[in-house]
């Protein structure tokens, strides 16, 4: 496909997209609209970065447009639930861009903020509601939202939900919506349980698949420097301080850990935030907003408080420590290659994380080019550093194989 009219969405939505400068749809967007706007329901297996919210909400702008009813109050016409309160705050800015040639009141509810005023945008009604689970049981428990009128309703990130424990909650809202509506399930992975939720939640759905994972690891430029536990603070320092360096988001394991990096990061003379968990949603919004105009180069996130950064121009990502889970260092190296950028990943391992190391070479299905040493300088190619120097890894998993897949 190699632009947006074959889609046939309609004019105010074209020009939205005109507006953002979007010349192509993605795979996910190419493959998805035709069948949402048809009505069908519908699987998405793809990630972040994969333009999955336009390959949502475009369909769904565009049949709210269509039908030309208004919601009632204290309801909503389609519902997106999503696990965190970035993407959600996220989702739904994206929807008010895409939908701003059209009327249609997009509204976002999360916890961690004052409920007061969230109650009191609801009262009229909305077209979209984009919430975060546990918020959105609580409003409807106090009366404040009724989700019998839902028309559309989108489960983002189902796999994330899951590891956040709110597949209980999302079963007892889906369990207040009508019987007949459209739905469509958007997951990065397909384990077991995403699945049997899937056929409880949809009919006869149609599968897409975005390009799997390894697309997204094959379009980074991934460094692994063996560093020791002990050095890996001078080796960040070191790393942060060549000028290519526009954006980074540093990863560590634990929240402590982010509030650790920063803080020695701040002593070494590097401004940087942090953004987990633990933070209030105004730290985390200052965060991101500094780290958006690029007040703050640096970043500093757990993955969980990492799933919804939507930053364009991230250039590197540097994994201060590797994730236990392997699947979550795709999506922490996706955050410098959204929608077909390129960028660097590089990750500082020690000798306990050799294991990981190895997990994360097997779903990637590429082996990771090492270097020892060289990290003062994160611009320059790894060309004649990179060799297999660890002595525990299988032979050959140097450069000569950096390409092979397997
Ligand atoms: P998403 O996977 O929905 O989080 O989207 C990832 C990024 O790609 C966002 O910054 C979008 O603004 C951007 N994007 C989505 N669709 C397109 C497109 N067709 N062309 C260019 N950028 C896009």
Same mark, same amino acid.
């Given at each position: ?232 603070? %001078?080796?960040?320092? =070191?790393? #942060? +301080? !060549? ?12 929240? *402590? &850990? ?92 020690? %000798?306990?994380?050799? =294991?990981? #190391? +190895? !997990? ?12 020892? *040493? &060289? ?32």
């Amino acid at each position: 496909m190699t632009d947006f009219t074959g889609l046939m969405l309609i004019e105010p939505l074209m020009r939205a997209l005109t507006d953002e400068g979007y010349a192509t749809p993605t795979p996910i967007q190419g493959k998805a609209i035709p069948i949402l706007a048809e009505g069908r329901d519908l699987i998405g297996i793809a990630q972040t970065g994969t333009g999955k919210t336009a390959a949502f909400a475009l369909p769904m702008l565009q049949r709210l447009a269509a039908s030309g009813a208004r919601p009632q109050p204290k309801s909503t016409r389609a519902l997106i639930l999503a696990p965190t309160r970035e993407l959600a705050a996220q989702i739904a800015e994206a929807i008010r861009v895409y939908g701003k040639h059209l009327k249609l009141r997009c509204e976002v509810v999360f916890g961690g903020v004052p409920i007061n005023r969230q109650i009191g945008r609801l009262a009229p009604g909305v077209d979209i509601l984009v919430a975060t689970p546990g918020r959105l049981v609580d409003l409807w428990r106090q009366k404040c939202i009724r989700l019998d009128a839902v028309e559309i309703f989108v489960l983002d990130e189902a796999d994330r939900m899951l590891d956040m424990g709110f597949i209980p909650d999302v079963k007892r809202i889906t369990a207040m919506l009508p019987k007949k509506r459209q739905t469509a399930l958007f997951s990065a992975t397909m384990p077991q349980s995403i699945q049997a939720l899937s056929s409880f939640l949809l009919t006869d759905p149609a599968k897409v698949e975005a390009a799997p994972a390894a697309t997204t690891a094959e379009r980074v430029e991934q460094r692994v420097l063996f560093v020791p536990k002990a050095n890996k603070r %001078a080796a960040l320092a =070191g790393l #942060l +301080r !060549d000028d290519s360096i526009n954006r980074v988001l540093v990863f560590t394991r634990t929240k *402590h &850990g982010a509030n650790k990096v920063v803080r020695q990061l701040d002593e070494d003379g590097v401004r940087a935030n942090a953004i987990h968990g633990n933070k209030s949603q105004s730290a985390r919004e200052k965060a991101l907003e500094e780290f958006r105009s690029g007040r703050t180069p640096v970043l500093v996130a757990t993955d969980i408080a990492s799933r919804g950064i939507d930053v364009d121009g991230v250039t590197h990502v540097i994994n201060f420590e590797l994730p236990n889970e392997p699947e979550s260092y795709v999506h922490r190296i996706g955050r410098t290659a959204r929608a077909g950028a390129t960028g660097i990943a590089i990750s500082l391992v020690d %000798a306990e994380e050799r =294991g990981y #190391l +190895r !997990d994360i070479e097997r779903i990637i299905r590429q082996p990771l080019v090492v270097q020892t *040493h &060289g990290y003062g300088a994160i611009s320059s190619a790894p060309a004649n550093e990179d060799r297999p120097s660890d002595p525990t890894r299988r032979p050959g998993a140097g450069r000569s194989r950096r390409r092979r897949r397997g």
